[in-house]
C-alpha cells in the first residue's frame, strides 16, 4: 500500500510516498512558489526514484489549510485531479497539526505559526501524550498573535500543558520578536520557548503523509468530491467584494 501525499500550503512544495510499514520518501521543490509548475514533474520523479508507477498509489493525501490560499487551491485541485484519474480515495490532512510528526519524541507544546497577514496568523498548538496520540492545546484558526499566545499562556499556567512551546512556521521567525516579549513578562517567565530549526521549521509532504496514514488507517478516508480546502478566512478578493456589497445597500 502506497499513500501519495501532497504538501503546497507554505512557500516550498514537496510530496512524498508513505507505504504500510511507515517508511518515508520525500521529494522537495527548490523553487518557491512553483507549485503549478514543479508539483507533477516532481510526483513522476518520486516514483521513478522508488521504481513506482502511478498505478502503485493506493491514496492520495493533500495538506487541506490553512496556507496560501492559491497553494492550497493548487495542492487540492491536484489531489482531486490524481484521485479522479486514478479512481481512489482522497485523506484531507490539517495542515497545522502535521506539524506534530516533524517532531513525534517531542513532549512540549507544538505551536505552528503561519503569517496570514493583515495582522492575523493561522496558528494552533498542540502536544504528544504518552500514548503516543495527539491532543489540541489551543484550536486551530485565523487570529492575532496575541490572542494565540494568550491562550497558550492560559493552558500552561492552568497546569494542562507543559511549561516548554517550540514554535514552528513561517510566523515563528516573523513574530519571533514579539513572541519573546511575551514570554519575558513576569507572569510567563516559566514558560521555556524555543524555535525550531530550519530543517523542520516548514511544512513538509513527509509530515503530511505521516499523519495521512494514521488518519486512513482510522477510516478518515473521503470521496474526491467531499476532499475541501481549509481556508480558515476568507480570500482578500472575496472579503473585498463583500465590502463593496455592503456599501452599496
Given at each position: 500500500m502506497n499513500i501519495l501525499a501532497i504538501e503546497t500550503t507554505g512557500a516550498e512544495a514537496s510530496v512524498a510516498l508513505i507505504n504500510d510499514e511507515g517508511e518515508v520518501f520525500m521529494e522537495i521543490s527548490d523553487q518557491k512558489m512553483s507549485h503549478l509548475q514543479n508539483l507533477m514533474p516532481m510526483v513522476d520523479n518520486l516514483l521513478k526514484k522508488r521504481g513506482l508507477s502511478i498505478d502503485d498509489i493506493n491514496c492520495i493525501a493533500v495538506s487541506e489549510g490553512p496556507g496560501s490560499f492559491t497553494g492550497i487551491r493548487i495542492g487540492v485541485s491536484s489531489a482531486r485531479a490524481l484521485a479522479q484519474a486514478l479512481g481512489l480515495m482522497t485523506v484531507g490532512v490539517p495542515t497545522l497539526e502535521s506539524f506534530l510528526y516533524h517532531v513525534p519524541e517531542y513532549r512540549g507544546i507544538v505551536?505552528?505559526?503561519?503569517?496570514?497577514?493583515?495582522?492575523?496568523?493561522?496558528?494552533?498548538?498542540?502536544?504528544?501524550?504518552?500514548?503516543?496520540?495527539?491532543?489540541?492545546?489551543?484550536?486551530?484558526?485565523?487570529?492575532?498573535?496575541?490572542?494565540?499566545?494568550?491562550?497558550?499562556?492560559?493552558?500552561?499556567?492552568?497546569?494542562?500543558?507543559?511549561?516548554?512551546?517550540?514554535?514552528?512556521?513561517?510566523?515563528?521567525?516573523?513574530?519571533?520578536?514579539?513572541?519573546?516579549?511575551?514570554?519575558?513578562?513576569?507572569?510567563?517567565?516559566?514558560?521555556?520557548?524555543?524555535?525550531?530549526?530550519d530543517g523542520i521549521r516548514l511544512q513538509n509532504a513527509s509530515s503530511v503523509a505521516k499523519l495521512?496514514?494514521?488518519?486512513?488507517?482510522?477510516?478518515?478516508?473521503?470521496?474526491?468530491?467531499?476532499?475541501?480546502?481549509?481556508?480558515?478566512?476568507?480570500?482578500?478578493?472575496?472579503?473585498?467584494?463583500?465590502?463593496?456589497?455592503?456599501?452599496?445597500?
Open positions: 505551536c505552528p505559526i503561519l503569517d496570514a497577514r493583515r495582522n492575523q496568523v493561522y496558528a494552533g498548538a498542540y502536544r504528544w501524550t504518552d500514548s503516543g496520540q495527539y491532543e489540541e492545546v489551543v484550536p486551530g484558526a485565523a487570529r492575532h498573535l496575541d490572542q494565540l499566545l494568550e491562550q497558550l499562556a492560559e493552558a500552561v499556567c492552568g497546569g494542562s500543558a507543559p511549561p516548554e512551546v517550540t514554535f514552528f512556521g513561517d510566523g515563528g521567525i516573523s513574530c519571533k520578536d514579539r513572541i519573546l516579549e511575551w514570554q519575558e513578562a513576569s507572569s510567563n517567565s516559566n514558560i521555556r520557548v524555543l524555535f525550531a530549526e495521512a496514514l494514521e488518519l486512513y488507517r482510522k477510516g478518515e478516508i473521503k470521496s474526491l468530491y467531499d476532499l475541501k480546502p481549509v481556508y480558515m478566512r476568507k480570500a482578500e478578493a472575496e472579503r473585498k467584494l463583500e465590502e463593496k456589497r455592503n456599501k452599496q445597500k
